[in-house]
């Protein structure tokens, strides 16, 4: 019983680390110039400082589409890496996660060399092309395909000799959890994105994201903006929470 | 709960997009508009240099609103500061303005001008300059 009160001390205090930071913020951005619980931070916010919210409709935009677009383009290599044998394939995949596990920082210059190229550094495309083609959904995808039972696909072979409809109709449906904490995964990584904002569109400041402009708002609004810019990603998780924990639950990671 | 989930982040996305789209029109609602002028007239009076005030700026007790400004991220803000001057009205001179000498107040500065009696700042007040 002694034991169990320690652990659950322990584990309470290291929840209270986590989440201190995010209670801070809110209740600092309740108050302004040393009165408290006022919403006038709010109000400078949003009214004073009103170009900020254009920052945070361009973090809806890039964390949408890129992960709009890496559930899309990962799903059939995942399915690739998972089912199809080739000669090879394990090879590659070894590939794909060494890339996985690689820092931003190691694949930062050939990007930034590929995006001179293509003519595309300080544009919107700039910020979430090398995010949309991202390894780690493909080796997401193939875990929770692997888990698939083959005797179902084989099955399902025997109805349609279409890729697509299999795909579709069969591996699809039973991917709608893990399909959902994966774009909570990746929407929430591409929402935080700061570093490929300040190398790869260093000269457009009009199209970052709120996450870098954050630290450019004047000081006695930041907490405000702060809370502003924890709404989508707290919202993406409470709505999905319980997907989540299935998608965790069920499969092997 | 799910549900109520639902309607309240609905509810929040919907007040975030009506706050971006009418944040600046709202800001300059609920912020009062002034007229200002920039004190660049100047009356020279042996070795003394005086700052030229319309009567018109000064408030009922004899102070004037200097608007100080500065870049906010996103307009120019302009704040309010009231300043009671020392201020002599000379005889021989234009009899529409006050004179006070440069120490109290600098050639350039912006006030507002004119100033009726039901105008009231706080220090430090956010105003537009019409």
């Known amino acids: ?253 | 709960m799910r549900r109520l989930s639902y309607v309240f982040a609905a509810l929040l996305l919907l007040l975030l997009i009506l706050l971006t789209i009418s944040g600046g029109r709202i800001y300059e609602w609920i912020t009062p508009d002034v007229e200002a002028i920039r004190l660049n007239r100047c009356y020279n009076k042996g070795d003394e240099r005086y700052i030229m005030i319309p009567k018109s700026a000064l408030t009922d007790d004899g102070s004037v609103y200097v608007i100080a400004s500065e870049q906010g991220f996103s307009k120019q803000l302009y704040y309010v500061h009231k300043k009671t001057l020392n201020y002599i009205e000379l005889p021989e001179a234009d009899g529409a303005f006050v004179y006070v000498t440069t120490k109290e107040i600098a050639s350039g500065s912006m006030i507002i001008n004119p100033v009726d009696s039901e105008m009231h700042f706080e220090d430090g007040e956010k105003v537009i300059i019409k």
């Open chain 1, 1 to 253: 019983m002694k034991k169990r009160l320690l652990l659950l001390i322990i584990l309470t205090i290291l929840a209270a680390a986590y989440v201190f930071p995010v209670v801070l913020t809110i209740v600092n951005s309740l108050r302004y110039s040393g009165s408290a619980f006022t919403l006038r931070q709010y109000g400078e916010f949003f009214f004073t400082n009103h170009t900020a919210m254009l920052y945070f409709w361009n973090s809806a935009l890039y964390a949408g589409a890129i992960t709009a677009v890496s559930i899309i383009v990962s799903f059939p290599l995942g399915f690739l890496f998972a089912k199809v044998r080739f000669r090879g394939r394990d090879a590659l995949f070894f590939v794909f996660v060494v890339v996985m596990l690689l820092p931003f920082q190691a694949t930062l210059l050939p990007n930034y060399i590929q995006l001179r190229d293509m003519k595309l550094l300080n544009t919107p495309l700039a910020l979430m092309l090398p995010m949309m083609f991202t390894p780690f959904a493909v080796f997401l995808y193939r875990q929770f395909i692997a888990a698939i039972p083959n005797e179902l696909l084989e099955y399902a072979t025997l109805e349609t000799s279409s890729v697509i409809k299999l795909l579709r109709h069969v591996v699809m449906p039973q991917l709608k959890a893990p399909i959902s904490a994966l774009a909570v995964l990746i929407f929430c990584e591409s929402w935080n994105m700061v570093e490929q904002a300040i190398i790869f569109a260093s000269e457009a400041p009009d199209i970052m994201p709120l996450s870098v402009v954050l630290t450019r708002l004047p000081e006695d609004v930041v907490f405000a903006g702060a809370t502003i810019y924890m709404y989508p990603v707290l919202v993406v998780f409470l709505l999905f929470r319980e997907t989540l924990q299935k998608a965790m639950e069920k499969f092997r990671w």
